[in-house]
């Protein structure tokens, strides 16, 4: 006779009280039921031709099979029987009683998931170019397409184009195509699909470690690798400076190109160092000729020189190789002038008076019209104008006392020397 097993009241009360039928049901983790878009692990039991079988640990077999094979991450490229794997639930059962499952989305989001790393710690990796735009390159990442701007590249490949012709630009750009340039992950967005990398972080970070060795006064010696408008820039150790076009020499110059080419060894001293940007300056290892400009030249001599260049305020004079001068405009002719260039062009040889010398400005003036006599319109003109003025201070100044102009007992005036 089985004995009968009684529960009591008092029992009810000890014992806790656990899930019901349906709360487990509900809860898919306790029973490990994955749903639609989980990525799940399992081990691969068969490879055909258009499908993959997976043995999904304590639950049931899924098949990967057509387009879902097809992985453009390429994470899973290269599988064997027996490899642990991960793919994303697509459907719970299919038409054969099997899960549903996708290569393609589980690849696409281990790649992103890469990406998000290698934006965490900051690791430089390579990226392979695919394409060129006006803007910058297109670069293919862990087989996800970003973008890398022209602003991101390292100096080094930096397209300097004159004027900044976006033609140019591109044409440069494209060289790039089919190679691999060593980046970093800038932005990650895996919702918005978009990946930001830069060339430039990558050798930024390389160069703080040398730019540590160098300081401001330091002396270098590298090549100019390229020229701009605004001046050159220098590529020495691993490192790429600056040289202002106001740095390159004392006297005033148009271009770099007109005193240095690509390939030229120079040397410079470091004048500034501001993060990972460094300004060299050539001039400051020349002799500064202005220190001893007034032993070539002195207010009211007479020189020559070569007009350089034209502009709507006067000419900028070639004196001699190291010192320039300035004919401003109202130094050019004792009549208004409004059109320099109808007075003189570029590489005309004119004859000039010292007017002014200012050494620590490094300023030379130069004047035309006084070497020439004032034209007799112009003479009257201005007496006029000051008879005028004697008989308007005659009319309204009415001193209360006359007053005997004081002479002095000596006075001795110096002749001008002039040059002959």
């Avoid at 803007?135 to 100096?155: E, K, M, T, W, Y």
């Avoid at 040398?210 to 490192?239: C, P, Q, R, T």
């Avoid at 001699?320 to 004919?327: C, K, N, R, S, V």
Wanted: zero cysteines.
């Amino acid at each position: 006779m089985v004995n009968d097993i009684i529960i009591t009241k008092e029992d009810t009360k000890t014992r806790p009280a656990g899930p019901d039928f349906k709360t487990l049901m509900d809860d898919r983790t306790y029973l490990n039921i994955p749903k639609a878009g989980d990525v799940i692990k399992g081990q691969v039991i068969a490879i055909g031709k258009n499908e993959v079988r997976i043995d999904i640990d304590n639950y049931r077999t899924g098949v990967v099979r057509g387009r879902e094979i097809l992985d453009p991450s390429r994470e899973f490229s290269d599988i064997n029987l027996g490899d642990e794997i991960e793919a994303t639930v697509l459907d719970l059962e299919n038409e054969n009683g099997d899960v549903e499952l996708s290569f393609r989305f589980a690849g696409h989001r281990k790649a992103w998931d890469k990406l998000a790393e290698l934006f965490r710690i900051g690791e430089p990796v390579e990226a392979k170019v695919t394409e060129a735009s006006k803007g910058g390159l297109l670069v293919r990442l862990n087989h996800i397409a970003g973008f890398l701007p022209v602003s991101q590249l390292a100096p080094e490949n930096y397209p300097r184009v004159t004027g900044g012709d976006k033609g140019k630009i591109l044409e440069k750009l494209k060289k790039f195509i089919g190679k691999n340039i060593e980046v970093r992950v800038l932005d990650v967005n895996e919702t918005e699909e978009k990946l930001i990398v830069s060339e430039k972080a990558v050798w930024e970070e390389k160069q703080r470690s040398v730019i540590s060795k160098y300081k401001i006064g330091d002396i270098v010696e590298g090549e100019v690798n390229a020229l701009a408008e605004f001046g050159a820039f220098v590529k020495f150790d691993i490192l790429e400076g600056l040289v202002h076009i106001s740095e390159i020499a004392w006297q005033r110059i148009d271009h770099p190109k007109n005193l240095l080419k690509v390939g030229q060894t120079v040397r410079a001293e470091i004048i500034g160092i501001e993060g990972s940007k460094i300004f060299l300056s050539m001039k400051k290892l020349i002799h500064d000729p202005w220190q001893s400009v007034g032993e070539r030249y002195r207010v009211g001599q007479k020189v020559k020189g070569t007009v350089l260049k034209v502009n709507p305020f006067g000419f900028f004079v070639e004196l001699d190789p190291e010192i320039h001068g300035l004919a401003h405009i109202s130094e050019l002719s004792h009549k208004p002038t409004e059109n320099p260039h109808e007075l003189a062009k570029p590489n005309d040889v004119l004859e000039f008076m010292v007017v002014s010398i200012e050494p620590e400005q490094h300023r030379l003036g130069l004047s035309l019209k006084a070497l020439e006599d004032e034209p007799e319109d112009i003479k009257k003109e201005k007496k006029d104008k000051a008879t005028s003025g004697e008989e308007s201070a005659t009319e309204t100044e009415k001193p209360a006392t006359e007053t005997t102009p004081e002479v002095p007992e000596t006075t001795t005036v110096a002749p001008e020397k002039t040059e002959e």
